[in-house]
Each structure stands twice: as structure tokens, then as C-alpha cells.
């Protein structure tokens, strides 16, 4: 099982995530499970924490049905 504390930070818990290929971790303190923690849970505390504009973070290139790639344009 894997299992991290309540104090851990976001980013070390992501990276035990995806090291271990988890969505879930078991939140333990003291020996005795407290929570659980999601990638969405992850995810939704990034978005909440974000102060940069989504076209700073947003993929520009688009892979249409050919194969190529191309920036998007609207």
C-alpha cells in the first residue's frame, strides 16, 4: 500500500504518483489512515493555487487527423 503523511507537500506526493503509477494515495498519521488523496484532488489544488493565464500552461500544438502537427489558430 502506498501511503504518505498529512504534512507531505503537493509536489512530492504528485511525484510518488506517478513513480508508482498511483491516482490514489492512503493518507496516514501516526499509523492510522486519515484520507485519501486523488490525482483530481492534486490537480484541483494546482488550479487553485494558479496565477498565470492558461495559454501560459496550454498546449499550442494540435495533432490533426494527418498526422502533423500545427499551431492552433482560432
Excluded: W, Y
Excluded at 22 to 32: A, M, N, W
Amino acid at each position: 500500500v502506498v501511503s504518505c503523511d498529512p504534512q507531505e507537500e503537493l509536489q512530492s506526493v504528485a511525484q510518488m504518483m506517478a513513480s508508482r503509477h498511483k491516482s490514489r494515495i492512503l493518507v496516514v498519521e501516526r499509523g492510522l489512515a486519515v484520507g485519501i488523496v486523488s490525482m483530481s484532488d492534486l490537480a484541483a489544488a494546482n488550479i487553485a493555487m494558479a496565477t498565470f493565464a492558461l495559454r501560459e500552461v496550454a498546449t499550442r500544438e494540435v495533432l490533426d487527423l494527418s498526422g502533423s502537427t500545427q499551431p492552433h489558430t482560432h
